[in-house]
């Protein structure tokens, strides 16, 4: 008995020794404890075609031009994303006017206020007084749904938007619509066998998030011959087969207007979309980003899944109904700022704690963003000192877009093999080229789709950036890229012509 204990006791040092021994080589040894080895493989295998490997040679070459290189142009034009100010859009002058005021609140000072009203308008001095008065610092956490006078005031333009009541308590500011999709996707994968509908193209925001949560894609089609529509039938094709495939199909994506698509849903059209999701229990993500790019306000105008699901009437009371806006987008294009909310209608009181509690992790959204949610839902109306000037400037640049988007699908549409919707609305074109035979095999060659091979060239040529059809999903067999139009208006033909030349170069390379 005692040679027993004694054998396990040794057994049990030499063991611990071991362990001992082989922690301390690792420590000790140069290998690093994170590589793309040892890290989640979930963000490993994680897709963003937005900022993928076109935008990465973008900036090298961009990179090598400050460097002093010579190439085939003089400046890399970012056109891969939705980022109107880094292509110089400017600013709206009474948003920066404010959100200086509230960055240096020493301006406001008694000293400093007769030169202060010589620089700055009275209303954006009254508005950035009463911010600080509800905000105190800038630089202080807030509340974690965002300040509740902003809030109250992103509720009040809900209301006057679609005529029916916002609740504040149901608002949670974001940083950026974005943080807002991640979280309610996170919140709606109970398991792996969730499935969330996503357009096909769409924004890759979803896929990717959907990818890092371990939850399934449940692909539907938008129909390039309809302008990008969407057919409940093919909803329904969709959530069958997804069923089918053994998930859990719970949520619907909506992206109105469309990225990359630029379509603009009818009433109609979202009235039998909310119809679908009530019968089939799917809680309906609304990314209405970009509710006032609508460049043909008569025929295709911008309606709000909210006002179009509460005129629906009884019936729908219960429907689930999260939408998502931002101020990255429309006229005032302040990415940078990552500013956005998401309004939560229907959504279980338990489940509003939750998110509650799960914005408080990460404290709080930043406050200048937020500050800028509360601009663009509050800005300055008729009667106040600044309104002409922030109305002629927000029509300035919504009349250059529609010129822009509309200028740039006709050049796509006269190139040979090229056809290309007109955007309704959104930022961006995703016209279908037909690839010759020698290019597709040229492309095999270099491991890359296709699309991407074609947009790799655009790029090398004409320093355009653009996002090949790939990273957004596309019919099997049909090729796209996806372009904005936010270039200035002055390089514009320019940046035709560039685009031209280039394509008719390749077809002439590889005509088949
Ligand atoms: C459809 C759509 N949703 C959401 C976003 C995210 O925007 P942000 O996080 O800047 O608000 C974008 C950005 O391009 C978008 O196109």
């Not at 809030?151 to 333009?157: D, G, I, S």
């Not at 409940?232 to 698509?261: F, H, Q, Y």
């Not at 799917?282 to 990314?287: E, K, Q, R, S």
């Not at 004409?462 to 090949?468: A, I």
């Amino acid at each position: 008995m005692l040679r027993t204990l004694h054998r396990i006791a040794q057994a049990n040092v030499q063991q611990k020794t071991r362990q001992l021994i082989s922690c301390v080589a690792v420590r000790y040894s140069s290998a690093k404890v994170l590589t793309t080895e040892t890290m989640h493989p979930l963000i490993k295998n994680v897709e963003y075609a937005v900022r993928g490997a076109l935008p990465i040679r973008a900036e090298a070459l961009s990179a090598e031009l400050k460097a002093g290189k010579k190439l085939n142009f003089d400046k890399v034009v970012f056109c891969n994303i939705g980022n109107p100010q880094q292509l110089n859009q400017k600013p709206i002058t009474f948003f920066r006017q404010v959100s200086s005021l509230c960055e240096n609140p020493e301006l406001l000072a008694p000293e400093n206020r007769e030169l202060l009203s010589k620089l700055y308008p009275a209303d954006a001095i009254a508005r950035a007084e009463v911010l600080l008065k509800n905000i105190g610092s800038i630089g202080a956490y807030s509340h974690s749904k965002g300040i509740p006078f902003i809030r109250e005031n992103v509720a009040k333009f809900i209301e006057s938007r679609d005529g029916y009541s916002a609740n504040p308590e149901h608002i949670f500011l974001t940083q950026g619509a974005s943080s807002g999709v991640q979280t309610m996707i996170q919140i709606l994968t109970q398991n792996t066998s969730v499935g969330i509908m996503i357009p096909i193209p769409q924004y890759p925001l979803y896929s990717a998030t959907i990818s890092l949560v371990d939850a399934a894609p449940i692909p539907y089609y938008l129909n390039e011959e309809e302008n990008w529509g969407l057919s409940t039938e093919d909803l329904k094709k969709s959530i069958e087969e997804g069923r089918k495939a053994g998930k859990d199909v719970r949520a619907l994506v909506i992206i109105n207007p469309g990225n990359p698509t630029g379509q603009c849903l009818s009433e109609q059209n979202i009235r039998e979309i909310i119809d679908f999701c009530h019968k089939e229990r799917l809680l309906l993500l609304a990314d209405e980003v970009y509710q006032t790019n609508i460049y043909m306000p008569k025929e295709r105008p911008f309606h709000s899944f909210k006002k179009v699901l509460l005129s629906m009437g009884e019936k729908y009371k219960d429907q689930e109904l999260v939408s998502f806006h931002s101020t990255s987008k429309g006229m005032i294009g302040e990415c940078g700022r990552r500013g956005g909310y998401f309004e939560c209608v229907n959504i279980d009181e338990g489940v509003l704690e939750q998110l509650y509690k799960i914005s408080s992790i990460s404290l709080c959204p930043n406050v200048s963003g937020q500050i800028m949610v509360d601009l663009m839902t509050n800005p300055p109306v008729e009667g106040d000192a600044s309104y002409a000037k922030y109305k002629s400037e927000i029509d300035g640049i919504f009349q250059s877009l529609q010129r822009r988007a509309i200028k740039l699908a006709s050049c796509f549409n006269s190139l040979e093999g090229i056809t290309c919707n007109a955007a309704e609305g959104a930022m961006y074109l995703f016209p279908r080229i037909t690839i010759p035979q020698k290019a597709v095999e040229a492309a095999k060659e270099a491991k890359m789709a296709p699309d991407a091979f074609y947009s790799m060239a655009m790029l090398d040529a004409t320093g355009v950036c653009v996002v090949p059809g790939s990273g957004f999903g596309q019919e099997a067999g049909t090729w796209h890229f996806r372009s904005t139009f936010l270039p200035e208006e002055n390089l514009f033909d320019g940046f035709c012509s560039k685009i031209e030349d280039f394509h008719k170069d390749f077809l002439n390379k590889y005509r088949d």
